[in-house]
C-alpha cells in the first residue's frame, strides 16, 4: 500500500526496525518448534504441543528453566499465530460466501 500511494499506515510508522537479539533468538526457536505443528485432517493447524517442544528441548540440552521460559515465549506467539490464522481464514470464507452470493 505504501509503494502505491505513498501513504504509511499508523501500525507501519510505529513498527520496530528490527528485533533485539534476545527475541531474535526467541522468534528462531518458535520458528523451529512450530516444524512440528500437528493438523487437522481437513488441514486446519492445530496447536503446538509441549511434548513436540519438550522433546527439542531435550535434544538441545535446554535445562528445566530454560524449558518452561521458552515454552511460555513459544505458547504465547502460537496463541498469537492461531489468532491470525483464524482471521485470516474467516475473511477467506467471508469472501467466497459472498462471491458465491454474487453469482
Excluded at 537479539?21 to 503446538?48: A, C, I
Excluded at 511434548?51 to 498469537?80: G, P
Aim: glycine share 4%.
Amino acid at each position: 500500500m505504501a509503494e502505491s500511494t505513498g501513504i504509511i499506515p499508523q501500525g507501519l510508522r510505529n513498527k520496530p526496525k528490527d528485533l533485539g537479539p534476545h527475541l531474535q533468538f526467541y522468534l528462531s526457536l518458535y520458528r523451529e518448534v512450530e516444524r512440528e505443528r500437528p493438523f487437522t485432517g481437513d488441514g486446519k493447524p492445530r496447536p503446538l504441543r509441549f511434548v513436540d517442544f519438550l522433546t527439542f528441548a531435550q535434544f538441545h540440552e535446554f535445562t528445566r528453566e530454560d524449558t518452561n521460559r521458552c515454552w511460555k515465549f513459544v505458547r504465547v506467539v502460537d496463541d498469537a499465530w492461531l489468532r491470525d490464522y483464524r482471521k485470516r481464514q474467516q475473511a477467506h470464507d467471508e469472501k467466497l460466501k459472498a462471491r458465491a452470493k454474487s453469482r
